[in-house]
């Protein structure tokens, strides 16, 4: 027997009482953002192949998904939407009849007290996939400031709570705060995907949205993965031109960038766990080469320990479930 041990830090992890004292770090629902997918003209949900558990819904099974996940003590949605016609400049995205403009005004009707944050993206209303409007084959960023700033006041016009944009378009927080400020939404807040890389982890989303690009890749406007001190740029421009919150996305792979990003800013954070990520756990799940409830915890609670104020997971439903 050695007694000559003076430090036990193993005395803190006697029990579980005791480890939950000196945790550093807790999540609960309140810190999960819920993405609900809704697609126009479809008579039933159907479920994403690649996204085992998560649907594309109709207007009527989005309440319902919502109600349910409000009973396990979710309040917060970023809604994604589907529409019937697409076009060269995502006109969908911007008409009174548009899929998230009709889901908006009906969830508000039907339910009180949720949070919906909407997302501000062309890829899924342009045939051509891409996040604006293209010139040249290129994405012409100033002209798609023009679209997202129509697509944002019609969604704020229908209910929308937040807005986040999410095509890293160069200018966008300052153009929606201005047109936002001018349009008599001086209280809505913006939420930025400020650092959002080029990842490959967004496969099964596309499926899910289906908003993958026609051709090309997103390179040109999506951060390339190799880069931190970008991150900061984007951050702190966006910080600078109004963001009430920043976003990094992936989640996973960036948990550096998170950390990093949390000590530059005084304005919340959130991380995207992506579709990617959560598809690979289900997938290992259902060949039992993991325990799905124990990884999915220990991932979001390392997104959390890393930085993240909050989470928008597909897994948000799956984890208000299991506490
Ligand atoms: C753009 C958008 C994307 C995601 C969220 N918003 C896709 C993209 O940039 O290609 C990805 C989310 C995920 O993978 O879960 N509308």
Redesign the pocket.
Known sequence: MNTKIRFRPQRLRANEILRNLSSETTLNPNDLIY?IFIKSQISRKKEILSMPGVFQHTINSAIDEIKSAVDLGLNSFLL?GIPDKKDNIGSSAFSDNGIIQKSLAQIKKEINDVFLIT?L?M??YTSHGH?GILKDNKLDNDETLNMIKKQALSHLKFGSDMIAP??MIDGAVKILRESFDKNNFKNSPIMS?SA?YASS??G???FA?E?SPEFGD?KTY?MNPANKKEALKEVLLDVKEGADIVMI?PALSYLDIISDVKKAVNVPLAA?N???EYAMVKAAAKMNLIEEDHVRNEILLSIKRAGADMIIS?FAKDYAKSI
């Open positions: 993405p994604f997302d993206c890829c899924e996040c999410s095509g995907y959002k982890f967004y099964p989303f596309r949205a908003s997103r999506q996305k995207y992506v579709s990617g597909y």
